[in-house]
């Protein structure tokens, strides 16, 4: 019997990967649940695993392809044996097999690349632009190609014998390039007024090319996300409503708990805080827990936080399952070891998928608050500000004192055709009493 593997759906956006890395040959007995390919996505790199045991009969798409989700890539005798199946030389020897892939320009040079002295992050924006580093020359330290190499290399503009960017064919006559095309599309508000058979009253000016300027071409991660924005707000009529919060309470309650919690490895921070409040009030408010359908909406059962994660290549959104039946010290754990792996760039597609509402942390440089956009396909967003030491008015024996207290600012983006204003401010309110309460099982 032959089983065949296919790209699989490597989180809700993601729609095509690369093939990175065959760990495997044509004629390779696997077992099942071995790992077989690399996939490389804007959101991640993942291994997938053999579906079944048996013998590897056909490599359908090359390393460097570009393939579908759903797309085969390779297939597997369950009944064959090692020895009498076809063995190739290399599993980039049969992009033939495969005639729906696509090769990128920089997939020829796969081997090259991988010689070339570079970090992970260079390597994975060289991946988004189609860069092959091995025609790339390296500006850095002992031959290191840089970010600034790989984006130069990107837009064209070839360096000069001291590593300065040279004037490329396409520049302006400065020297500085030329202004980047950006097509309207379905997405943008010209891409709308097209599709209503009418002109757009209002025009963009022209982009004239300065000295100083820098034109930086859109990774293929920040095109995703920017799409992904204009389509939430095109589609979400967005509403934000803003809670202020007395911390002192939760505060008292991490610094009794930090250090022995710190023992056992876990950052016992605010946010873990925040995001306990954040699932109890998603489960008593469970219309701010949903999506929206074509003519209908779901009610979800599960509780997965998406928790915003900055990069160096960029904004994730990496997500805590199950996160209502997490104590503080749970959700702790699991907000460290997913952002980790956000940074480490090791989230697998499961990490990404899944998620029902999402906390937005703009991090020690944060500001006062701010209204985020919504994660599509989600109903609300909420941005925590930073924490800032206020005065506050407080009662005390029935008097009304003034104290010093660790205050902070939260603001709540809701999508308002499922959302109204009295859950949402519902929702927000129980956010704030529960932190300012205190009232957390640790």
Not at 262 to 268: A, P, Q, W
Not at 337 to 342: M, P, R, T, V, Y
Not at 357 to 382: E, H, R
């Amino acid at each position: 019997m032959s089983t065949t593997l296919a790209m699989p759906q490597l989180g809700e956006s993601v729609v095509e990967g690369t093939v990175g890395k065959w760990h495997v040959r044509e004629g390779d007995r696997v077992e099942k649940d071995q790992d077989v390919v690399e996939i490389l996505t804007d959101k991640s790199d993942s291994v997938i695993p053999a579906p079944a045991a048996g013998v590897i009969t056909k490599i359908l798409a090359a390393e460097g392809a570009t393939v579908k989700v759903g797309q085969a890539l390779c297939e597997i005798d369950e009944n064959a044996s090692a020895a009498a199946a076809p063995r190739a030389a290399a599993p980039a020897a049969t992009p033939a097999a495969a005639p729906a892939a696509q090769v990128s320009s920089g997939a020829s040079s796969g081997a090259a690349s991988a010689d070339v002295r570079s970090s992970p992050s260079v390597r994975k924006l060289a991946r988004e632009n189609d860069v092959d580093l091995g025609r790339v020359t390296p500006s850095g330290e002992h031959g290191r190609v840089t970010h600034d190499d790989v984006l130069r290399a990107a837009q064209g503009v070839p360096p000069t014998s001291n590593g300065d960017p040279a004037p490329a064919r396409g520049t302006s006559p400065g020297g500085f390039p030329a202004p980047v095309p950006f097509p309207p599309s379905q997405s943008s508000a010209g891409g709308a007024a097209a599709a209503a058979g009418r002109p757009l009253a209002f025009q963009v000016p022209a982009y004239i090319p300065k000295p100083g300027d820098e034109v930086i071409k859109f990774s293929r991660r920040r095109r995703i996300i920017a799409d992904h924005m204009v389509y939430s707000k095109l589609t979400s009529p967005h509403v934000v409503t803003v809670a202020e919060c007395d911390l002192h309470r939760t505060s008292v309650l991490r610094d009794t708990h930090k250090a022995e919690l710190k023992k056992e490895g876990v950052n016992l921070t605010f946010l873990s805080f925040v995001a306990a409040a954040t699932a109890r009030a998603l489960r008593e408010n469970r219309g701010v827990n949903a999506r929206v359908l074509d003519d209908a909406f779901v009610l979800l059962r599960d509780i997965n936080l998406g928790i915003a994660v900055d990069t160096p290549d960029g904004l994730v959104v990496p997500v805590v399952k199950g996160a209502g039946e997490l104590t503080v010290r749970g959700l702790a754990r699991a907000i460290d070891e997913i952002a980790k792996k956000a940074r480490d760039g090791k989230l697998a597609s499961d990490d990404l998928a899944g998620k029902t509402f999402t906390i937005s942390n703009p991090g020690l440089k944060g500001n006062l608050f701010g209204g985020a956009i919504i994660s599509q396909p989600n109903v609300g967003i909420l941005r925590i500000g930073e924490i800032q030491k206020r005065v506050v008015i407080v009662e005390h024996d029935g008097e009304d004192l003034m104290a010093i207290r660790p205050v902070m600012h939260m603001a709540l983006s809701y999508d308002h055709r499922i959302v109204d204003g009295v859950l949402a401010n519902s929702f927000l309110y129980r956010v704030v009493e529960l932190l300012e309460s205190a009232d957390f099982v640790i």
